[in-house]
């Protein structure tokens, strides 16, 4: 199954819906897709994808047999979620950020989301299960609640099973680097078991904990890079910051941000507060300040 999304920022024109797609068909040398995105659909960016008409549009390829399914990757608020879904019943399948730790968080919400896709039978696909990595590695003392239960599962796989038990999830994104990644997921869906009650509780006991320190809810999707005039790898420093915050550790983490310097990418302390990174951020995070106060940890 192949999928590929249309991204408002490139588009100007309604000639720039077709331009794209072509390359995007080009490029991967296929004929059609079997899943294609409105991409990240919130506030900012939804009177692009209404004046370019891209809804119409992505019917009209869906017609031409170059699109199986159409729907749309979404960010904003669940306010205009349900906006756009009575706009365009259309709509087959919605893409959103869900885990654990974002169920009740104030700026994703992803839990109300994930209600109003439910009550309206559309299928989800669900990205971020793992937020970025983090809910892979926990500190120890929350790992060890996981695996009094588990001792054979890995903490990955409670992330993948909180969102796999959910009713209406059609498909979960895994973001795997590593060969062993990709044999832990198999071996949780081979033969998937629904979280307990029990697990439940203990889900969320880690959730309560984990929620109670302060971290940078950066998933490090990487759009804030691409633009950046000072080539700072943003979720980098984020992950740096993080780090320090949550293992109360410092020699490890400023070796891996020299690194980044030394190879080449910008300190924190070179941000221009251009704010293209604030832009395109879908956890909508204020980058500036964050980069500001990095610097003030790291650049001294």
């Known amino acids: 199954m192949l999928a590929t999304k249309l991204p408002a920022w490139e588009m100007k024109t309604k000639e720039d819906r077709d331009r794209i797609f072509k390359e995007q068909l080009d490029r991967a040398g296929v004929d059609y897709y079997d899943f294609y995105l409105l991409h990240s659909i919130e506030e900012g960016n939804i009177d692009t994808y209404e004046k370019l008409d891209c809804f119409n549009w992505g019917l009209k390829k869906k017609e031409e047999g170059k699109i199986r399914h159409f729907g749309f990757s979404f ?15 259309e709509t087959e399948f919605v893409q959103i950020q869900l885990n654990y730790t974002d169920w009740n968080n104030p700026v994703v919400r992803s839990g109300k989301l994930y209600e109003i896709l439910h009550e309206r039978n559309i299928p989800m696909i669900i990205m971020e299960p793992v937020k970025g990595g983090t809910l892979a590695s926990l500190k120890p003392e ?9 001792p054979e599962a890995s903490v990955a796989s409670w992330a993948f099973r909180f969102v796999a038990s959910l009713p209406g999830v059609m498909t979960i ?27 439940k509780a203990v ?6 904990i984990m929620l109670e320190i302060p971290q940078i809810g950066c998933t490090a999707c990487k759009y804030c890079c691409d633009g950046c005039p000072k080539n700072i790898s ?11 915050t949550l293992y109360n550790e410092d020699f490890r983490p400023r070796s891996f ?14 941000c221009v507060a251009c704010r293209q990174c604030e832009g395109v951020c879908p956890q909508h995070l204020p980058i500036i300040r964050l980069l500001k106060e990095a610097a003030e940890k790291l650049d001294q």
Do not use: C, W
């Open 142 to 150: 929350l790992e060890e609640k996981y695996k009094t239960l588990r």
């Open 203 to 208: 889900v969320d006991e880690v959730t309560g």
């Open 257 to 270: 941000y020299n690194g980044l310097v030394n190879s080449g990418r910008g300190k924190a302390a070179d």
């Open 75 to 89: 960010h904003g608020s669940p306010e205009l979620l349900e906006k756009v879904l009575d706009e365009h019943p």
């Open 234 to 244: 943003i979720p980098d420093v984020f992950r740096v910051i993080n780090t320090m």
């Open 173 to 199: 994104l895994s973001g795997m680097t590593h060969e062993d990644q990709m044999q832990d997921n198999i071996n949780t869906f081979s033969h998937f078991e629904p979280l307990l009650d029990k697990e």
